[in-house]
């Protein structure tokens, strides 16, 4: 059973970048798309990019001049960096995996809170 | 970007009865649409794919339909554990999710 976990500050300050990573246990990394999610508290859900085993990326077009995404199968992690942090951006940020098969995110971290605040 | 649009906002119904969630689409998505459930703290869990067909471990009394841009998910008896917010997804083209609609209890 695949499971993932997000780790990174939850404090982030204005204009900085946000630095967090997945990380992935109980299964390979192989064959699996990777992405991130986040969402505002009481509302909805954004997907924000997403990278293959092979690390190909596609980023959500209306953040994707401040995002990186990268990963380390062989520390079975992937990480995103998202730049120029403003108070919009505070919400809890989710990454998630799917199979190469399958078109729907089955397998989700529990969700970290990013708050940017000075 | 597709836009999904999800009525209603809340619906407040009692144990044992039926929700019918509503999901519409700003233009086609064929039939790449999912139905997600969420709880207070929780991360979401797929319920149904590609309109109609339940993910592994998913109760019968979820069902879904539709195709195009206009899709439902119904819970035919609600149980105690049912009542959460419910995302309607599209990957047609890139991703993104519909608003939400909150059940809870009456």
């Known amino acids: 059973q695949v499971q993932l976990q997000e780790s990174g500050p939850g404090l982030v300050r204005p204009s900085e970048t946000l630095s967090l990573t997945c990380i992935v246990s109980?299964?390979?990394?192989?064959?699996?798309?990777w992405s991130w999610f986040r969402q505002p508290a009481g509302k909805g859900l954004e997907w924000i990019g997403r990278?293959?085993?092979?690390?190909?990326?596609n980023y959500n077009p209306s953040l994707q001049t401040r995002i990186t995404m990268s990963l380390d199968t062989s520390k079975n992690q992937f990480s995103l960096n998202l730049s120029s942090m403003t108070a919009a951006d505070t919400a809890f940020y989710y990454c998630?995996?799917?199979?190469?098969?399958?078109?729907?995110?089955?397998?989700w971290g529990q969700g970290t809170l990013v708050t940017v605040s000075a | 970007e597709i836009v999904l649009t999800q009525s209603p906002a809340t619906l407040s119904l009692s144990p044992g009865e039926r929700a019918t969630l509503s999901c519409r689409a700003s233009q086609s998505v064929s039939r790449y649409l999912a139905w997600y459930q969420q709880k207070p703290g929780q991360a979401p869990r797929l319920l149904i794919y590609?309109?109609?067909k339940r993910a592994t471990g998913i109760p019968a009394r979820f069902s879904g339909s539709g195709s195009g841009t206009d899709f439902t998910l119904t819970i035919s008896s609600l149980e105690p554990e049912d009542f959460a917010i419910y995302y309607c997804?599209?990957?047609?083209?890139?991703?993104?999710f519909g608003g939400g609609t909150k059940v809870e209890i009456k």
């Open positions: 998630a995996g799917r199979d190469y098969s399958g078109g729907y995110y089955t397998h």
């Open positions: 997804h599209q990957r047609s083209n890139w991703l993104t």
């Open positions: 590609d309109a109609s």
């Open positions: 990278i293959s085993t092979g690390g190909s990326t």
């Open positions: 109980g299964g390979s990394m192989n064959s699996y798309y």
